[in-house]
């Protein structure tokens, strides 16, 4: 196994472990539980130190294994146009709203995790769910957009996609539901429009300088 290959593992192994924990956090408080890490990771077969190295307090773990139950609702599984092929603006537009949606219905809850992330400690704050939704959703573009340019389009759209959006726009703006979701999606249809007219910009001066 390369080096690249075992780094590659080790993430997946962290993604699992940290599923398992919250499984075992969703099972207990399912059952009207007010766990601890510690039962936690007893209940997840996990050692009581590796999961304290993930969540720090009973009251970060149980707010996370909420958002990861909400969270699931997102659907990658995309709304197609007449020939059956889904446009990626579709694709995008499909997923930021879903995830606004999710956000704004549960927004105590999200509101807390954000306070908590922000003045918490430890490596393992957040999911980082919207970066694979994202990812997902702009796959038909990897092949024409330079890496770096297809990573910077996701983290762009990560911008337009969590808690933080809906406290610039509700509380620094004072919009209203409905008119922050408008910006959300006009931002991130403008984000979009920018990446794909570079790439086609780029493409254009590479043809230029062929020979004549």
Request: hydrophobic content about 40%; aromatic content about 4%.
């Amino acid at each position: 196994m390369t080096g690249q290959e075992k780094s590659f593992e080790r993430v997946n192994q962290k993604r699992r472990t940290r599923a398992e924990l919250l499984r075992a956090a969703q099972d207990l408080t399912a059952k009207g539980q007010q766990p601890s890490v510690a039962e936690v990771a007893d209940h997840a077969g996990i050692s009581r130190a590796t999961a304290y190295r993930y969540f720090s307090t009973p009251e970060d773990m149980v707010r996370e294994a909420a958002l990861d139950a909400v969270a699931r609702g997102i659907s990658i599984e995309l709304p197609k146009e007449g020939d059956g092929v889904v446009s990626v603006p579709l694709r995008v537009e499909s997923v930021v709203r879903q995830v606004y949606d999710m956000v704004e219905t549960n927004e105590a809850m999200f509101r807390a995790l954000l306070a908590s992330s922000v003045g918490g400690k430890g490596e393992a704050k957040r999911g980082a769910r919207r970066i694979a939704w994202l990812t997902a959703a702009l796959e038909p573009l990897r092949q024409t957009l330079p890496p770096d340019e297809f990573r910077r389009l996701v983290h762009g759209l990560a911008l337009m996609t969590g808690i933080e959006t809906l406290v610039v726009l509700r509380d620094v703006c004072d919009l209203k539901p409905g008119e922050a979701q408008e910006v959300v999606l006009w931002a991130a249809k403008a984000l979009l429009a920018g990446a794909l007219g570079g790439a086609v910009e780029t493409a254009g001066e590479g043809a230029s300088h062929g020979p004549r």
